[in-house]
């Protein structure tokens, strides 16, 4: 999966659980949960639909992956072009 698709899918989750949130200003290099103000339950909410939207599962352990912006996209650019769910 490219970047922007990526970048979109994130997006789009985190603005389904945090709509009021400023999105055209976040950093991609500082937490997620820290900008847009992510409680651990709003947080799993984001994996789930990233889930659902992009067919992946997202182990536990790979959460920190998805910390920033930057490195949430990373991951489920690479995650997706793989093709596995697993």
Known sequence: MNPERARRALLDALSSVAPEADY?????????RDQIDLDSFDFLKVIVQLH????ID???????KLATL????SYLA?????????
Do not use: K
């Open 70 to 73: 930057e490195g949430a996209v």
């Open 78 to 86: 690479a995650r997706a072009g793989t093709g596995s769910g697993a």
């Open 52 to 55: 659902d939207v992009l067919g």
């Open 24 to 32: 055209e200003h976040l950093r991609a290099d500082r937490p997620l």
């Open 58 to 64: 997202i182990p536990e352990s790979d959460y920190q």
